[in-house]
């Protein structure tokens, strides 16, 4: 018997596009324009956005629905539980950022596990770090 995502709440990935110059003319993620795609990702449950960025970790009501956003699975878990596991995460804080190796896609993965959601997070979702590194 399949269960019913009724009593399941959906997850969702966001994801706005950042546009980030690049000199290397041979990246495979890079366009016509000269900037290169890259995305910040970030969770919505609840009806909240679950994000890291340079600021830390940041809960929030959506307000405006970023240009990319699916669904990509369906928790029983609770908003207080979500909210305690976030609040009581370890090396997320502001100062723990990195942009290649502690960053808003590593986090949103976290979560979804956390979630009891065992989908990766698309690759093109999934290349900052890359680009990065080759615009360095």
């Known amino acids: 018997m399949v269960a019913s995502n009724m009593s399941q709440s959906p997850v969702l990935l966001l994801a706005s596009k950042l546009n980030i110059p690049v000199s290397i003319s041979s990246s495979s993620n890079q366009h016509q324009d000269g900037k290169s795609e890259a995305w910040h990702v970030s969770i919505c449950v609840f009806d909240r956005e679950y994000s890291c960025g340079r600021d830390g970790i940041t809960i929030s009501k959506i307000k405006q629905q970023p240009p990319e956003s699916i669904i990509i699975g369906y928790t029983n878990t609770t908003c207080e539980e979500l909210n305690n596991y976030v609040k009581n995460l370890k090396g997320w804080k502001k100062r723990n950022y990195d ?22 997070i698309p690759k093109h979702f999934t290349n900052l770090p890359k680009v990065l590194r080759s615009a360095l």
């Open 99 to 120: 942009v290649l190796n502690n960053n808003c896609q590593h986090f949103a993965q976290l979560i979804l596990r956390f979630l009891g959601i065992k989908k990766l």
